[in-house]
């Protein structure tokens, strides 16, 4: 902020000088204070968001650490836990499931083993 100290002795002036600068200064507090607030919002929102997707890693970091240690019996894919037909293909988050086809997955708003509720599923490629 720019000011001028005006170059005078009279009171009247000086005192009109300073209550203006007093009034500069709230205001402009006043929108720092408003950005400031808008920061730390933002910081905590994507605080937030980075714990949510951390979650969602560990739980899939799981899933294949345990499809590692207990491999799937040899000469059988996983299947469908619904049709018992079609191979598994979807994973659900934020349980980690992976336990049913593309096709039976549509219609779940729940984790069939675990019921948790599917806020979004992974489709799984297996190579
Ligand atoms: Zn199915
Ligand atoms: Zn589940």
């Not at 009247?12 to 607030?37: A, C, P």
């Not at 499931?97 to 708003?109: E, I, N, S």
């Not at 984790?111 to 799984?124: A, K, Q």
């Amino acid at each position: 902020m720019v000011c001028f100290i005006p170059s005078t002795n009279n009171p009247i002036i000086l005192h009109r000088f300073v209550s203006d600068l007093l009034e500069k200064l709230k205001e402009e507090m006043g929108s720092h204070q408003y950005y400031m607030n808008r920061c730390t919002m933002l910081r905590a929102r994507l605080r937030e968001q980075q714990a949510k997707y951390q979650e969602q890693l560990d739980v899939l970091g799981q899933e294949l650490q345990q499809s590692r240690t207990n491999p799937p019996p040899a000469g059988g894919a996983n299947e469908c836990v619904v049709c018992m037909e079609n191979d598994v293909e979807v994973a659900f988050v934020p349980c980690g499931h992976f336990c049913v086809c593309v096709g039976c997955a549509a219609g779940l708003a729940q984790c069939p083993i675990c019921t948790h509720d599917v806020e979004r599923e992974l489709r799984v490629y297996m190579s």
